[in-house]
């Protein structure tokens, strides 16, 4: 269904009459391609309804090539590194992020993006193009994490406590940055850009709200990227179908009574009984799941009493569960419920179980259209380079883009950044994890290339693909 629309790939000259007057001397000189050599300025050839259908596979390769070129430029080079760096100096944790989104606004100004605020507290949604379908949404996520950083640098975070330690501040400054490389072309577009900046992706559900809060009506698809710490700069990682894991906490009192620690026989002991809960859980997994249907659950949280010589009355227990299937995911939260208060009864105590302590919802398993991979594969190869472009395995982690991509069709990817010297980088979520800064122009380009190559070339079947893409799901 992602065809090319007809005839895109002969690469015929169109008649002069679609090109404006530099193209058409680069025509009069006999070269065709030369619509490519001019920064990708007239390949958005406003012409309704056949816009697309002249435009070579070549000319379409230049798109992100051109893309790259100008973001590896020292003066967007400079401003993003500037933003990334002030937004590391001041983490704020999900739906916190006032200061973050104070940034993103002043430089949608400066670049005369229009854009919504506020969406789910701290979110923004900028606007660039025509104003009119399709749409294509490209999303970032604003939130650091309640930790201290022990980077020694000059931008170490200034916030005791709080770090971005997940990139969320590159991820930020690329999807400014590709706010940049669109707006630069944007009466070449022929649609919307919609760029979503969400808070509290790390534990708040920001995703679920933005996606309350109406962002994605009339959006066609929906891109995301993650940088990697484990992978080669200049490489990307992804796959089609399920991508992360569905996860969801728990949290059980355990209550029993309390009483002399020598005198067993007067009490309920709830640590007792929280121990065989425990153990019970673990069988759900290997006694009750199919071996090849990959899940978790594991109690991470163990709280209860205090004095060597008292039981307590109760015990805390709580943890996370995840799978890959709606199925297997219902199938954990029932078999949790019914394993901790029959396994505490069975120790003559009672139970209460909280699905959602924090208040945070389930994440969905984040799933990536098929489809939006062969794009992904074409203009990610034309960037990187084909063998740049990793297949990977599914992982346990959860993301909440699933949220947006449960709703549309959506994509997520890994953006390595981890230089060929480079043992390794500190992983996500260390004290010590950094980000190779050399990594935002290949964001930049990234997210900008996706969208408008989308534009160009589903365009004239936007509504069609709307309704089959939907009807997959
Ligand atoms: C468990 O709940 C029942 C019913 O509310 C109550 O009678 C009993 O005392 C409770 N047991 C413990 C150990 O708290
Ligand atoms: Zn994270
Ligand atoms: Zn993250």
Redesign the pocket.
């Known amino acids: 269904m992602y065809k090319y629309p007809n005839g895109i790939e002969h690469s015929s000259c169109p008649p002069n009459s679609y090109f404006s007057d530099d193209t058409r001397i680069a025509k009069s000189m006999g070269l065709c391609k030369c619509v490519s050599l001019i920064f990708f300025l007239h390949i958005f050839v406003p012409t309704p309804i056949s816009s697309t259908s002249f435009l070579s596979p070549e000319v379409l390769a230049q798109i992100p090539v051109n893309f790259l070129d100008r973001a590896n430029k020292p003066d967007l080079v400079d401003w993003m590194v500037g933003i990334r760096r002030t937004i590391h100096e001041n983490p704020e944790l999900g739906f916190e992020e006032f200061v973050t989104s104070k940034l993103i606004r002043t430089e949608l100004d400066k670049m005369n993006i229009p854009y919504k605020y506020p969406v789910a507290v701290t979110g923004v949604v900028g606007f660039i193009g025509t104003g009119g379908p399709p749409f294509i949404a490209l999303r970032a996520d604003m939130d650091a994490l309640a930790m201290q950083e022990r980077v020694e640098w000059e931008h170490k975070s200034k916030v005791p406590g709080k770090m971005h330690a997940c990139g969320h501040d590159a991820h930020v400054t690329m999807l400014l940055g590709a706010a940049k490389l669109l707006q630069e072309n944007h009466h070449e577009l022929q649609g919307t850009i919609v760029l979503v900046f969400q808070p509290a992706e790390e534990e708040g559900g920001g995703a679920k709200k933005m996606l309350e809060a109406g962002v994605l009506e009339n959006v066609d698809v929906i891109f995301g990227l993650h940088v990697s710490a484990d992978r080669p700069i200049g490489t990307v990682a992804s796959r089609p179908g399920p991508l992360f894991a569905a996860s969801g906490f728990f949290e059980a009192v355990i ?3 309390g009483g002399h620690a020598a005198i067993p026989q007067d009490t ?1 002991d709830p640590v007792f009984a929280a121990s065989n809960v425990i153990i019970s859980l673990q069988h759900l997994v290997s006694r009750e799941a199919d071996p090849l249907d990959a899940q978790v659950v594991t109690v991470a949280k163990f709280q209860g009493g205090g004095a060597f010589n008292v039981i307590p009355d109760s015990v805390t227990i709580g943890g996370t569960f995840r799978a890959f299937s709606k199925e297997s995911f219902v199938q954990l939260i029932q078999r949790i419920e019914e394993v901790i208060t029959g396994q505490a009864s069975v120790q ?3 139970a209460t179980i909280d699905f959602h302590p924090s208040g945070e919802p389930f994440v969905p398993v984040t799933i990536n259209n098929k489809d939006l991979h062969k794009h992904f594969q074409n203009v990610a190869g034309e960037l990187l380079g084909t063998q740049n472009i990793k297949e990977m395995q599914p992982e346990m982690g959860a993301e909440d883009f699933s949220f947006f991509a449960e709703a549309i069709p959506g994509y997520y990817f890994y953006l390595g950044m981890k230089t060929e010297t480079q043992e390794k980088l500190e992983s996500e979520h260390s004290p010590y994890f950094t980000v190779n800064e050399d990594v935002l122009p290949y964001g930049a380009a990234l997210h900008a290339s996706l969208a408008a190559r989308y534009l160009v070339e589903y365009q004239p079947k936007s509504t069609l693909l709307k309704g089959s893409l939907h009807e997959e799901l």
Request: aromatic content about 0%.
């Open positions: 209550s029993g009574k309920v003559r105590c009672n």
